[in-house]
């Protein structure tokens, strides 16, 4: 069957065979999406064996939730990033922090605090390095933006999120911490590792056939937002993980890998209260203005509430 065939049949199925009114947006991606599948199934001549195989596949991975983890495998996810990137880059925004995934393990409803907050409970601190980590929230012309709201998760020792692993406490690693009167945040934590996908899951079974591992280097993801600036969705990777640059998402990008200072000046650890060095990461987050010019930065998309 020829491509032309083929775009017909989806039309007839699609398009002709409605009969009620139609969502015209759905109706329009439905119809590019079945034909492009059909020509796929028709060019590499797909077997009917392979194609239950995938239907199969997409039905336990979508019963195990892991559809989002493996539109980030993909590279969807970060696909969705460049088109974003594209899209300011055409409405005459340039510069600011760079926007990176934000992945499927975000929960609304973390605890909120002005200026500081402590995200982990304390349950790995003899064996975790203690990690304080701080900046300022900046506009697009350089100005401290005080109020704003900067989100932060990321996974623990085992590389595992809070509320996802039902051994954490609720919202362990997970704070909302708005900017004081000079646009500063700052929070203690602790120095994550990275995440693996889950070993016996959908996404690791596509990508072993793949011949590729679902390894993440470790990383701390944020939401920073203001009223009247664009909302950044970002994270910052820890830098000497293995994986830095060899993510299973694609989301490392320069800009985003900052130093890790370690501190064991004793005058600054009494400061902290701490018998035993920290690090100490510094980085700023510059938000862009808010335009009509380009898409809206607010995502909607289906996220966990605690
Ligand atoms: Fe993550």
Redesign the pocket.
């Known amino acids: 069957m020829n491509h032309a065939d083929i775009e017909a049949l989806a039309r007839k199925w699609i398009v002709e065979a409605a009969d009620r009114p139609a969502n015209p947006r759905v109706q329009q991606v439905v119809v590019r999406l079945l034909g492009d599948l059909c020509k796929a199934i028709e060019d590499l001549d797909i077997t009917p064996t392979e194609f239950w195989s995938g239907v199969a596949y997409l039905s336990n991975a979508g019963a195990s939730n892991e559809l989002g983890l493996l539109a980030a495998g993909l590279g969807l996810e970060h696909f969705l990033d460049l088109r974003a990137d594209e899209a300011e880059s055409r409405a005459g925004l340039e510069g600011g922090t760079p926007r990176t995934i934000e992945?499927p393990?975000y929960v609304a409803g973390a605890p909120q605090s002005v200026g500081f907050a402590r995200l982990d409970d304390g349950s790995e601190s003899d064996r975790a390095e203690t990690l304080f980590m701080q900046g300022t929230v900046f506009d697009q012309a350089g100005r401290p933006v005080p109020g704003a709201k900067v989100e932060v998760w990321h996974?623990n020792l085992m590389g595992n999120y809070s509320f996802f692993d039902r051994t954490q406490s609720d919202f362990n690693l997970r704070r909302t911490i708005i900017t004081d009167h000079n646009g500063r945040y700052q929070f203690r934590s602790i120095i994550p590792v990275g995440?693996g996908c889950p070993p016996n899951g959908s996404t690791q079974q596509l990508l072993n056939l793949l011949g590729r591992h679902g390894q993440?280097p470790a990383?701390i993801?944020f939401f920073v937002s203001a009223p009247g600036h664009r909302k950044l969705t970002t994270q910052i990777n820890i830098e000497g993980d293995a994986y830095l640059w060899d993510d299973f998402a694609f989301a490392t990008r320069e800009g985003l890998v900052p130093p890790v200072a370690r501190v064991n000046d004793p005058a600054q650890l009494d400061a902290k209260r701490l018998d035993k060095p920290f690090a100490s990461i510094d980085f700023d987050f510059h938000l862009g203005r808010e335009t009509a010019a380009a898409p809206g930065t607010e995502v909607e998309r289906a996220r966990a509430a605690a």
Do not use: D
Request: proline content about 0%; hydrophobic content about 30%.
């Open positions: 992945g393990l996974a995440y993440r990383h993801h």
